[in-house]
Structure formats: C-alpha cells, structure tokens
C-alpha cells in the first residue's frame, strides 16, 4: 500500500473513504470558542471520521512555566489512538476547516510517535465539499486496536537547547505566525507581543496557493531553500504561539522534500513565561 506522509488529496481520500485501512480524524477547532469544533464535527463530518480536540486530546494540562499546547503525554495519546482505531498499519488522514492550521498539529504527532502514514488533507473539508463528496452525521464505529508508540525526541527541542543554540548560531528559528504578532504590532492570544529576537518569520499561510491548497513541491522547494539561505533542514526549527500552526511550516518542508526540521513545541507562549528571556519587536 502507498503511504501518504505529507499531504493527501480530497480524491484519494473519496477513493479510500470505505477502506478499513484507512482512519480519518476531523481537528477543527476556533481558539476563540473550543467547543465549536466539536459542534460542526456533530453537525456534519466526513464518513467514518472520528474527533480529536485540541485542547482535550492533543495536549497536555497547561501549567505556569508552558506554552498553551504542551505536547500530551505519548502514553495517553497512544491510548486514545487505539480507541480510535489506529494501528502500526493504518494510514491515517487528518483534516480542519482552517487549511491544516490546526489538523497539522494531529499529523506532527503522530510522526512524532513514530507513525509516518499520516497526510493532511490538502484543502481540508471546503474543498472535500466543494467537489460534492459527502458528509454524514453519524458516529463511527470503531473496532479498537493497538498503538505502539515510539516517540523521537530528537523531533522537537525546548527553550534551554533554542536559547544556547541561537546564542551560538547553531539553528533557524522560523515563527510561523502572523507578521502583525511577530512585529509585536498586534497581539491577538499572548500577554507579551514581540518575537524571539534571531527569529525569522514566515506566516504559515503563505504556503498556500491562491485555491487554499498547498504550493506545489518544486514551489515550497525553492520558496524554503530561498528562506534557508544555505542552512541545513536539520538546523531549522519552526515555532509560533503555542506550538500548532508551526506544524503547518513542518508539512510543507517535508512535502518539498527538507527533511529534518524541529519543532519548538512550547512556541511564543512558553518563551514568554519566563521574563529573563529576550524578547524582540519591529519587522527584524
């Protein structure tokens, strides 16, 4: 069977709707009103998909020295991907109404784990339903299976490894976020605004083609190796509030074929916990 790791099509996944060894996750989720996702999920889904919550299934409790997401634990999230169907075997699709915003966040755990069969879905439900594929009100049923985990912690580093690394010039740190928070000009989700400083910033949504769709490869391919100036994929590590949109950074890199990026998981919102940390407004 052909594994999709990066991005899958709205007609591949209608061709595998039914297949068993297939299992789609629905991610929508609104910062602003968490229970929304949820809502739309039960109001209309793709046939077969189960739900996964930001916040409740896809992260850990937040405390006073983390970011807003904290990576959950594998253990439990491991679990619940049994409950859901998911084995060693299955490719996995994940899609959001936000063009990967927050489904990225599903497919970067998941790899994380050690399960490379999982793409997002390229144009997410608007487009599923704009080319007349269905949706369905009715609930899965799930024949639970085992998920293994196996967590590569070399995928993502923390405040102490970025702080020594940008002191020594040693990593890329691209913030996936909007370039009005990067700035500092407009803060819309943190109680400091401004930017780690040797930041470069790259809002996420400008690996979208003008369809909403990713770029093609060969476009994301030159488009990143223009942003990394000569630097190695394996330096780069992506961030942006809390550790979600940056996944959106990762899938393109990776479907451009840059292997090795990192994620800072604890993003903006972690950096900013602790007030002896450098903090940077203005464009650089």
Not at 71 to 81: G, I, M, N, T, Y
């Amino acid at each position: 069977m052909k594994k999709f790791t990066s991005l899958v099509s709205t007609e591949e996944l209608a061709q595998h709707i039914n297949d068993p060894e297939w299992v789609v996750f629905d991610c929508r989720f609104t910062l602003s009103d968490p229970a929304s996702g949820y809502r739309a999920y039960l109001a209309g889904h793709i046939p077969g998909a189960r739900y996964a919550h930001l916040n409740n299934d896809l992260s850990a409790e937040v405390t006073a020295t983390s970011g807003r997401h904290p990576l959950p634990d594998a253990a439990v999230l491991s679990r619940k991907l049994g409950a859901w169907g998911v084995d060693g075997g299955k490719q996995v699709v994940v899609y959001d109404d936000s063009f990967g915003a927050m489904a990225g966040r599903m497919w970067w755990l998941l790899r994380w784990l050690g399960h490379d069969a999982v793409a997002l879905l390229d144009g997410g439900i608007q487009r599923w339903m704009n080319k007349k594929h269905p949706l369905t009100t009715e609930q899965p049923v799930i024949d639970a299976a085992h998920f293994e985990p196996h967590p590569n912690r070399e995928m993502w580093v923390d405040a102490e490894y970025l702080e020594k690394a940008l002191r020594n010039n040693e990593c890329l740190l691209i913030d996936a976020r909007s370039e009005e928070r990067f700035s500092g000009e407009r803060e819309t989700q943190d109680k400091v605004a401004g930017h780690i400083p040797g930041s470069v910033n790259f809002p996420f949504e400008d690996n979208l083609d003008i369809d909403s769709t990713f770029m093609s490869a060969e476009e994301l391919r030159t488009t990143y190796l223009d942003l990394l100036d000569g630097v190695a994929p394996s330096r780069v590590v992506q961030m942006c509030g809390s550790g979600v949109t940056a996944c959106h950074n990762l899938i393109a890199m990776e479907h451009a074929g840059l292997k090795g990026a990192r994620l800072y998981p604890g993003s903006w919102s972690e950096w900013i916990t602790d007030p002896s940390r450098p903090v940077e407004t203005g464009d650089e």
